[in-house]
């Protein structure tokens, strides 16, 4: 079922491996093109346009883009006992993780009477997409508020697709969630016409003001993801995020059965979800495909799971050790990284790049997709390079503030000169001999 890929007795480049590992179709830049008429519409029609275009996406349209409050206790009245209990867990389990990420000022000192403070500062005001297409997240409400409250956002308001079958409401799971973390403003509203209400506001139907916000989190669509691209810059984005993916590094330690079942569980949310095996053992790839071939048809999403595992995102790349392993998962940068091997503590530090990595038989991606603590708004088609996933940093500025006395600026007033001198900035200079009577040292 999964495509191979052999690697054993090779040395490729960190080069070679980028163009040679599975990767998912995504062509952000050519969404674009359909997205931009889009965006300009909600920018000069506002909730005209946005209702309009729901209609024509959605199938259906909205009385109004903000839910009623009486909607979202509702839906949480009327939320399974049993959800509620899970949400509540995963809730409090995120709230713990991530109110270590909490940033302090710090000041320092230097010299006598020149200090530098770094000032963190939430942003004011924030846009938390959750989607509601194959799938519905509620659990991505919790992945998204939870950072930001704790970040201490000021206003944040909640964005997820109308759905036809609840009257043009967001699914009641998603309303739910919000309720339960205390979120009292959410928009029926979704992809890139969500995006683009966020970065320009509104006025609602009923008058009712539709604030803009300065920053945007949330997985989506491609079209979604194009629209944070063209919006970025009036807006801060989390990141443009692409299909989900996991990526499984094992050794023939592995249980082909929890492999199997974990790249299925990630296949199922889209067609173009990558899930990728890497390892030593061509045993454990034949065990694994095995596996695959009964349990993908006894899934319940099995069209859309075969489809997205015998996509070209998809596949086991043969290697002859772990280390050409570790060399392979961190050109690939998985958005989530299972480690199966040996020692798989002391494998799993050696790893550069992945967005999150679950170490061991007994940390699976779902358990991080919901309950383990952890973020599960992660980057993906190999932006773990370079990037991080959704956090409480994510929500705060750092703001340096420069405090120094006059002494404090005479000491070092020749410096700033000669460095603006040699930069051809004479108003630089300038700018620190006016307050010296026109001369330092």
């Not at 690697?7 to 960190?14: E, N, S, W």
């Not at 964005?159 to 036809?164: G, H, L, T, V």
């Not at 009257?167 to 403003?185: F, K, N, R, S």
């Not at 048809?297 to 086991?316: C, I």
Request: net charge negative.
């Amino acid at each position: 079922m999964l495509n191979r890929t052999d690697l054993r007795g090779q040395v490729p480049t960190a080069a070679e491996l980028r163009a040679t590992l599975p990767r998912a179709e995504y062509d952000v830049d050519a969404a674009l093109h359909h997205v931009r008429p889009v965006v300009e519409a909600v920018r000069d029609r506002g909730v005209e346009a946005v209702l309009e275009y729901t209609e024509k996406f959605d199938k259906v349209r909205p009385g109004a883009v903000r839910v009623p409050r009486a909607e979202l206790t509702q839906a949480l009245a009327q939320l399974d006992p049993a959800v509620r209990a899970a949400l509540e867990e995963s809730i409090a389990r995120v709230r713990k993780v991530h109110a270590e990420q909490r940033r302090t000022d710090v000041t320092t000192t230097v010299v006598d009477g020149g200090t530098v403070t770094e000032k963190w500062v939430p942003v004011e005001r924030v846009g938390l997409y959750a989607p509601g297409g194959l799938a519905v997240y509620p659990s991505t409400v919790v992945m998204n508020v939870v950072p930001a409250q704790i970040a201490g956002v000021g206003s944040l308001v909640v964005c997820s697709p109308p759905q036809a079958a609840f009257g043009g409401l967001p699914h009641p799971t998603i309303l739910a969630a919000a309720e339960l973390l205390g979120v009292d403003e959410v928009w029926a509203v979704g992809g890139a016409l969500a995006v683009a209400l966020l970065a320009y506001g509104g006025t609602d139907t009923d008058g009712t003001e539709l604030a803009p916000v300065d920053i945007v989190t949330g997985p989506g669509n491609i079209y979604l993801t194009a629209a944070k691209r063209l919006l970025r810059g009036l807006i801060g984005i989390d990141a443009e995020a692409g299909p989900t993916e996991i990526a499984v590094l094992a050794d023939e330690t592995a249980d082909p059965v929890h492999v199997a079942a974990d790249l299925i569980s990630q296949a199922e949310h889209d067609p173009l979800a990558a899930s990728v095996l890497v390892t030593t053992s061509e045993q454990l790839a034949d065990a694994v495909d095995k596996e695959l071939a009964h349990r993908v048809a006894a899934t319940k999403h099995s069209e859309r799971v075969a489809e997205a595992l015998g996509g070209k995102q998809s596949g086991v790349i043969l290697v002859s050790t772990v280390e050409d392993g570790l060399r392979v998962v961190d050109a690939y940068a998985a958005e989530h990284l299972e480690i199966q091997t040996a020692n798989a503590r002391e494998v799993a530090a050696r790893v550069r790049n992945a967005g999150a990595i679950f170490v061991g038989a007994y940390a699976p991606v779902s358990l991080g997709d919901y309950c383990a603590g952890s973020n599960h708004v992660l980057p993906t088609a190999g932006l773990a390079r370079h990037s991080s996933g959704l956090s409480v940093q994510s929500f705060l500025k750092g703001i340096h503030v420069v405090d120094y006395s006059e002494d404090a600026l005479r000491e070092v007033a020749g410096q700033v000169v000669a460095l603006a001198d040699a930069e051809d900035l004479p108003a630089h200079g300038e700018a620190i001999t006016a307050r010296f009577g026109g001369a330092v040292r």
